[in-house]
């Protein structure tokens, strides 16, 4: 809201004094958003009228691309001066996106020990907590008193990411215990940390995946989740507001997976080649598996000449099974999503979607057999009990795959949005059309 | 893991010591599920093993139906003792699905200061920031140091559900601004609040939708938002845990919408009826569509008896734009739900939408007219060529309709997953097959 009206008046930078104060005074990423927006010439200038501080905030809000854009424009030691100040899993996401050489000369000029932190973290694989783990955290040795602790704390970094939960390290660095801030608040000065600490610690390992993490973090309402190396020793922590993007960004693969998107990360405005590229393979691939589906049926064509009422009643029953397709794995795919089921829920679920799809497979049956019944001329009434025959046999089979199929890929420890809707209609379709006109052609022959 | 491990041994309560000592080692949400999962008259017995305080944070776990079977067995006073303890937004969940008796009861053992706190978020609309809000905060005076301020968060009850961050409000209870435990700790004793706090505040009204609620709280990285009412009093937080639930249940309606489940909220392990009743009015909806559709279809019986290679033809056609439309749709809805797109990007996107469209439309036209050219015998070769341009025609309309479509909702505020899939599917049959059967005959009348 802030954000439009500064669009709206300031669009042309005309006033440089009153941009810098109303820049300084919106939150960060209202900041970053009005920049993004700017054109390329004008971010630098822009971003020049940011506080110190405030600049520091706002870079770690805009988009990569305009990061690196900026990175280019600006004194090569302000730049130095943010990307020293940026929070390490901030850093190693940018670091990712920037060409190599740039890459090297801003690591040359970070302090080591960011420079070690922003290493540590690249050197972990994309999608696993040791990625999106930041290396800004509180650590306690055990031996501290409450008091002591958190003058311990007051005298860190201010840029700790969250300075809410400290973490008790051995002499090791093996992570032993954690604390809350607010334990050590409510806790008399001269408590041991270790009697207040509590020893059931819920942490990661470096290399599990950011869905796990996000499933944890949920689970047990933490804002903060220790990450450990292969030796338990303390590495990083992953932070909440990490966690939400995860989930988010969770959610919007297994809609778009579920739906024919491959990898199912497009983003509403990628560009149209970027868009073409993720959706065609699938729509393609279904025509191939269409092919087979179609010259199983092409020997059928007499049938249909002589039966044309065929050609109204399979769109209905592919249009129909797929539906139900559609809806039984959202149901289940979401559900393993999130965590509300697991594969060994498999034959309850398989159970109760066996029984819904009972109920529904003889309703559709029902309508599409009176249908067909209307549409037939009299001599092909027969049709309609052989339409709603087929209708319950592949909307049961819909119910059935739908369940089956993700739970048998999550077994294998693969995605189970990996079954995305146009596969299973395609597949449905030629089962039912096959059995469909199969049928009506051994009836031909039989009563014809 | 360990809820797994619980499970398999102590299914029997064999040994209560034992069980005993297990459940109050567990993480409260392991414990509640653990006990979710036992037989009903079990879960008494295993509740009273839990200590007093551990007992009350399980409680808060437990899904509400087992919390109201817990509160017909226990007795009343251990009752009135953990529905007191409850936060309050948890309790005004609870007492949503008692029946009105039971809370009447309830409600007269609370103290007045919770009974009052219940009925407040009570009187809110579900879905608001005001249901899910809780009115357990921490309040400070203007005019108190930071010394002061945190001596008073020391002697708050220790069940504030966060403090890690102080709301500063005036003699009138109006918000005026807000403090980080985080400042605090950083800032000298003698340091007046009004110093160190920022007036710039981001709070909801009571009335703001969850949604809009998540989408700030998601947006400016916080872990608490405060809600106030109309008349800029403060009257409750929303806490981060709260937020990935709805941003949850957000994605999960979007997914579930999409694919046709009515209101979008069904559990994978819904009872059958429950699921039946949410899937098959779509269903059965779209046979009534279709029933339109059909009867146009109806009259082309004879074209279709002519030249039978069109029923293979028209599920491949209606497959294909069908697919399209589940992706496109599902990249829109997703973008809107995440607030990566607004209403305003209409143009922009429904142009990338066109392009990618175009791109997609072309290459499946050429693979159907393809195929047709296969499937025809010679004499009917010129089929192809129409089956080609319907289904980029066909194509087109699907890119275009599930970028406007979802668009023109959330513009008229409705919900952009309202247009599901099967929905847009069947239209896109309808007037794919009456385009393609229409210009078949009008073909057969000119050339045949």
Redesign the interface.
């Known amino acids: 809201m802030l954000t439009q009206d500064i669009r709206n008046s300031f669009i042309d930078i005309a006033d440089l004094n009153q941009l810098k104060s109303d820049l300084n005074?919106l939150?960060p990423?209202d900041a970053g958003e009005y920049i993004t927006q700017l054109p390329k010439q004008k971010r630098a200038i822009a971003f020049r009228l940011l506080n110190k501080h405030h600049a520091i905030d706002v870079f770690e809000y805009l988009p990569p691309e305009v990061q690196e854009d900026l990175i280019n424009y600006l004194h090569d030691i302000q730049v130095a001066q943010i990307v020293e100040a940026m929070s390490p899993d901030e850093r190693a996401e940018l670091f990712d996106e920037l060409p190599a050489g740039v890459v090297k000369r801003l690591l040359h000029s970070l302090s080591p020990e960011q420079r070690h932190a922003t290493a540590t973290i690249l050197g972990y694989a994309e999608g696993t907590a040791g990625r999106v783990m930041t290396t800004e955290y509180v650590r306690l040795r055990e031996g501290l008193t409450v008091g002591e602790a958190?003058c311990k704390?007051?005298r860190q970094d201010?840029d700790k990411e969250t300075?809410?939960y400290a973490y008790v390290t051995d002499d090791n660095r093996t992570l032993v215990s954690v604390v809350s801030?607010?334990q050590l608040?409510?806790t008399f000065p001269d408590v041991l940390i270790k009697d207040v600490a509590s020893d059931?610690v819920?942490k990661v390992k470096t290399e599990t995946p950011q869905e796990e993490v996000a499933r944890l973090m949920?689970?047990?309402?933490l804002?903060a989740l220790p990450v450990v190396d292969r030796e338990e020793r303390l590495v990083g922590i992953i932070t909440?507001?990490d966690?939400?993007d995860i989930?988010?960004e969770e959610?919007?693969e297994?809609?778009?997976k579920?739906?024919?998107?491959s990898g199912g990360d497009?983003?509403?405005?990628?560009?149209?080649?970027v868009?073409?590229r993720k959706?065609?393979p699938?729509?393609?691939g279904?025509?191939a598996l269409?092919?087979g589906a179609?010259s199983a049926?092409?020997p059928f064509?007499?049938v249909?000449?002589?039966v044309?009422?065929?050609?109204?009643i399979?769109?209905?029953l592919?249009?129909?099974s797929?539906?139900?397709a559609?809806?039984v794995?959202?149901?289940?795919?979401?559900?393993?999503g999130?965590g509300?089921?697991t594969p060994k829920?498999t034959m309850?679920?398989l159970r109760?979607?066996i029984?819904?799809g009972l109920?529904?497979a003889v309703?559709?049956g029902f309508?599409?057999g009176a249908?067909s019944l209307i549409?037939s001329p009299p001599h092909e009434r027969w049709v309609s009990v052989v339409a709603a025959m087929v209708m319950i046999v592949n909307v049961l089979l819909a119910a059935t795959l739908g369940t089956l199929l993700p739970m048998g890929l999550t077994r294998l420890n693969l995605d189970p949005a990996l079954i995305s809707?146009?596969l299973m209609?395609?597949t449905l379709?030629a089962v039912g059309?096959l059995t469909f006109l199969s049928m009506i052609s051994a009836a031909l022959r039989i009563f014809g």
Do not use: C, H
């Open positions: 005074d939150q990423v958190l704390i007051r201010e300075i809410y801030l607010r608040i409510f059931r819920i949920k689970r047990y309402d804002i909440i507001d966690v939400i989930l988010e959610a919007t297994d809609i778009q579920l739906a024919g998107v497009e983003q509403a405005l990628s560009p149209p080649q868009t073409i959706r065609l699938w729509l393609l279904n025509i269409y092919i179609a049926i092409s064509q007499t249909i000449s002589q044309p009422v065929l050609a109204i399979m769109p209905i592919a249009n129909s797929g539906n139900v559609f809806q794995l959202s149901v289940t795919v979401r559900g393993l999130v509300e089921v829920d309850l679920l109760k979607e029984l819904a109920g529904t309703a559709l309508a599409l249908l549409w809707g146009p209609t395609t379709d059309f």
